[in-house]
């Protein structure tokens, strides 16, 4: 096994190779503030991609949905099937702008080719912040895909994604790092006009499916696979005005072998996104209902199937500058047998001084996830996402979205146009007593305990450099400061240090 300090040079030399191959050509419009990371698309928001917040003057940020708004024309994106190639390409334009529309008929039957490249070296120190022993991990992962996008006129287009996910050096393994070759997302998008009454786009198939601001139902971008659905989706759009999301899906249960991924049978995912924007004040106005149905989900309370309810609503907006999205979510249904009565609210807001030097972004965030104030009185409180955006709280992971709540501040500058900065800490307190500290995606706990909820302080700091419309860098370093009540019941101080490379074509 390799030493940490030879994966750490072997992540670093080959930020060195990607770098001197595509050297630095500063992509200003498309700078990554880490604020975003791994943020959800908003429908018909003026959000983008997730991961990507759009500059202000991008009047055409992608839509994450069958049918919807693609990205600024000629620009990678996050969510690759929302990227805009339909101008053909030039004479004299370079190969790797060529294969992005490669004529079949004519110039609305077109071919895309594309793929991406990532090395993203992680250490954790008390990965499970003592909930397990030996919790130390310091893995390089690498992540390659490559794509083809078929579009049949306006309104048919086949989409196919292949990926290989490999990690190296790691003392535990992380199950969605590995997957050998790989089928990642298949579809077919089959669009019905309905002249002024806007569109209906049909998707069959294997794909992408992060939900409003990807929060609750996100793409899983610190990890080598994200999460991926099988089934169908239905998009009916009146632009400008509402959509309207249907879908019945099952993730997508990964295996480390070649061509070997199918859909989860234990799990069962469908329900209702409804967006419109600037309904109330200005403000864009979401919601929904979905139901997730596990057979198997593990929460202090006990282990066994978990039918879950999402009944939700989000208010958001981003003007020159504020920016503000608040949500909330009331969760029923039952597991084990008891009834669910869970709810979470999230808020995140911010002002930023445009006119000032390196354009500071003052913001908050805020979120509260319920936990169950009794095991034992036949009802659970225990708030669990469908499919966390966990770095929400940190890129580290440390924590799940139960029996949870957090307010960070934090102050973001930009420095170069290309290269943005937040820092700030980020306060963590368990939401009832009589409930756990859940610890990563899989839902196992700390035992409750009845001294202070003050679970401790995460002391964050991100950076980004958006080097060209096609590569970019990221390092998030993050120092968890264990409280004296969770210390005394196991806890112990974690750290999180990540680097990472990505160049997409």
């Known amino acids: 096994m390799r030493s940490p300090r030879a994966l750490h040079l072997l992540a670093c030399g080959s930020l060195a190779v990607l770098t001197a191959a595509f050297p630095y050509q500063p992509v200003f419009a498309q700078s990554v503030p880490p604020e975003s990371k791994d943020v959800g698309e908003g429908t018909l928001s003026t959000q983008a991609p997730p991961g990507i917040r759009p500059a202000k003057s991008q009047a055409r940020p992608a839509e994450a949905l069958p049918g919807g708004r693609p990205g600024p024309e000629g620009l990678p994106q996050n969510i690759r099937w929302t990227e805009d190639w339909s101008r053909p390409a030039a004479a004299d334009d370079p190969l790797l702008v060529k294969i992005k529309h490669i004529p079949i008929a004519n110039d609305d039957v077109y071919l895309t080719l594309g793929g991406e490249a990532r090395v993203y070296y992680t250490d954790w120190h008390h990965s499970s912040l003592g909930l397990k022993p030996n919790d130390n991990n310091d893995p390089v992962q690498s992540r390659l895909r490559l794509l083809a996008d078929l579009h049949v006129g306006q309104n048919l287009r086949a989409y196919v994604e292949l990926g290989d996910n490999r990690e190296y050096g790691e003392q535990f393994a992380t199950a969605p790092n590995r997957d050998k070759v790989d089928v990642y997302q298949a579809f077919v998008d089959v669009t019905v006009p309905l002249g002024k009454a806007g569109k209906v786009t049909f998707r069959p198939g294997r794909f992408e499916m992060p939900l409003g601001n990807g929060k609750l139902v996100g793409v899983r971008e610190g990890l080598n696979m994200r999460f991926t659905y099988q089934g169908v989706r239905a998009t009916y759009i009146l632009p400008g005005k509402v959509s309207v999301d249907v879908f019945a899906v099952k993730p997508i249960l990964i295996d480390p072998g070649t061509f070997d991924d199918g859909p989860n049978h234990a799990q069962d995912f469908h329900g209702v996104y409804i967006s419109a924007p600037n309904r109330i004040a200005g403000f864009g106005t979401d919601l929904y209902w979905y139901e997730m149905e596990r057979d198997r989900a593990t929460l202090a309370a006990g282990v066994g199937k978990d039918d879950r309810n999402n009944w939700g609503g989000r208010l958001w907006k981003r003007g020159a500058r504020w920016d503000l999205d608040l949500e909330a979510t009331y969760q029923s249904g039952s597991f084990i047998g008891k009834d669910i009565e869970a709810y979470g609210a999230m808020f995140e807001g911010g002002y930023t001084l445009g006119g000032a030097p390196m354009k500071p972004r003052l913001g908050l965030r805020a ?139």
């Open 367 to 505: 979120n509260y996830f319920s936990g169950d104030k009794d095991l034992t009185d036949g009802k659970v409180g225990t708030f669990v996402p469908a499919a966390a955006r966990l770095p929400l709280i940190t890129e580290g992971a440390f924590f799940s979205f139960s029996n949870l709540m957090d307010i960070y501040p934090s102050v973001t500058v930009k420095p170069l146009p290309a290269i943005t900065v937040m820092a700030g800490p980020d306060f963590l307190w368990r939401a009832r007593k009589g409930d756990g500290v859940y610890i990563g995606p899989s839902g196992s706990s700390f035992t409750p305990y009845d001294s202070s909820r003050s679970i401790g302080t995460d002391l964050n700091l991100e950076a980004s450099w958006q080097a060209t419309d096609r590569l970019a860098f990221r390092l998030w370093e993050t120092y968890f400061a264990v409280s004296d009540s969770f210390q005394a019941n196991g806890g112990k101080n974690g750290n999180y240090f990540g680097l990472m490379a990505n160049y997409r074509f």
